[in-house]
């Protein structure tokens, strides 16, 4: 069972993904919420972090993650 589960070090990880899941967030945010986080995962996974993405991610969080289209 041991072996199925995350490691220690992938924590973090963990952490950072539940800034893109809308059940998660506070009924209040500041706009900069998750930025750091979204800049790690960027990196983590070979995403370019750009001021589009982070604008897109801004809107994201002001529309309570609805479908934006």
């Known amino acids: 069972m041991k072996s199925r589960l995350l490691p220690e070090t992938e924590q973090p990880l ?5 800034i893109v899941l809308p059940g998660t967030w506070a009924d209040s945010i500041p706009p900069e919420y998750g930025e750091r986080q979204l800049k790690e995962l960027c ?5 370019s972090y750009s001021s589009d993405l982070k604008q ?3 809107e994201y969080k002001q529309s ?3 479908d934006m289209g």
């Not at 963990?14 to 539940?18: D, G, L, M, N």
């Not at 990196?43 to 995403?47: D, E, I």
């Open 43 to 47: 990196s983590k996974f070979g995403v």
């Open 56 to 58: 897109q991610y801004r």
């Open 64 to 66: 309570k993650g609805c």
């Open 14 to 18: 963990v952490q950072a993904i539940h």
